[in-house]
């Protein structure tokens, strides 16, 4: 394919860019229906007058519908964009941004999506659809898929859907909850999760983090006990790396921690671990589930992160962090790759 897009590149170069241009278009409407004229100008950085031509013409097309309420992507759109989707990413130079970034990070597999997930809430979305379609091609009866919180994986959720294999799956969380949304607690993504992909799911009701005395009287509850055992046995792991001192004001860190975090100069976060530019664990919080000495035995950590400010604690967590595969947006791995 590369050889087929560099060629037509010299040949046709206007005919990819309105190809382009309009593939943006109608991914932005089927991302954000139904939404207004007005606002799809926004989005995709053109005057109202240039959108309306296109809309037109994608109308015409049968792969858009206008209506009162704003337009949406018809059924025929929609395969418009599956079957596109890997011919603009080559256009687009995200292969090579792909490769590039997984020499950078000793990683076997990336996914980088378009955009900057930091500015447009809808790269997390598209983000996510690359998570649910790697997960339609992993999974297996009986499979367990334990994950975070926070708002990359809570995007996962949003585009679940029906993962089309036989068996019974169950949904876990991989830690306690933070003092976080409830929307983007791990509780509440685990049962979304479940329910669109017509699994099971079972919940931890614990904080994060917990008192070392708090964590062993938890732990001699038959109930917690039986959901940490669950949870342990997990084939898959879903998520996210935090920014280290974002992660530490949302679990209302003393200022003590805080300070500590200050000077070892701490970066990132992830399950409860929070790392130095060099990748070294400069601090651990207790935490029910998932530790990281854990993930060795899993067989697929997925990894959902993205956006430009998180591109340094991306680049921490890799530097020892163990995952199978990083799904990130275009802005974050183009500010990794400067690093």
Not at 74 to 94: C, K, M, P, V, Y
């Amino acid at each position: 394919m590369k050889s087929i897009v560099n060629l037509q590149k010299k040949l046709v170069p206007d005919l990819l860019d309105v190809m382009n241009e309009r593939y943006s278009i109608l991914q932005s409407v089927s991302l954000m229906q139904p939404i207004g004229r007005r606002a799809l100008a926004e989005n995709v950085n053109l005057t109202e007058r240039q959108v309306r031509g296109e809309i037109d013409f994608l109308q015409n097309q049968g792969l858009i519908e206008v209506t009162s309420k704003g337009m949406y992507a018809t059924q025929e759109g929609q395969h418009a964009l599956e079957n596109l989707a890997d011919f603009i990413s080559e256009l687009r130079g995200l292969n090579v941004l792909e490769e590039q970034l997984m020499a950078k990070l000793t990683l076997d597999q990336v996914i980088i999506v378009p955009g900057n997930s930091d500015e447009n809430d809808w790269v997390k979305q598209e983000m996510g659809k690359a998570c649910v379609s790697y997960l339609k091609t992993i999974i297996s009866s009986n499979d367990t898929i334990a994950v975070t919180g926070g708002t990359s994986i809570a995007a996962v959720a949003d585009v679940m859907m029906p993962l089309n294999k036989e068996g019974d799956y169950l949904f876990v969380p991989a830690r306690g909850a933070l003092g976080e949304k409830v929307e983007n607690q791990a509780t509440r993504i685990v049962e979304t999760m479940a329910q669109k992909a017509r699994g099971n799911y079972s919940l931890l009701y614990v904080p994060d983090p917990l008192s070392e005395a708090a964590y062993q009287s938890l732990m001699e509850e038959p109930s917690i006990h039986d959901i940490v055992s669950k949870i342990k046995q997990a084939n898959i792991v879903l998520h996210g790396v935090g920014d280290a001192m974002a992660m530490a004001n949302r679990r209302k860190t003393s200022d003590v921690v805080i300070k500590k975090l200050e000077e070892k100069q701490a970066i990132s976060e992830a399950f409860g671990y929070y790392f130095n530019q060099k990748g070294n664990v400069v601090h651990k919080v207790r935490t029910v589930g998932i530790h990281l000495e854990d993930l060795a035995s899993i067989e697929h950590v997925v990894t959902i992160a993205g956006g430009k400010t998180k591109a340094r604690a991306i680049a921490s967590y890799f530097k020892t962090g163990k995952s199978d595969l990083l799904i990130t947006d275009e802005a974050c791995a183009e500010e990794i790759l400067k690093g």
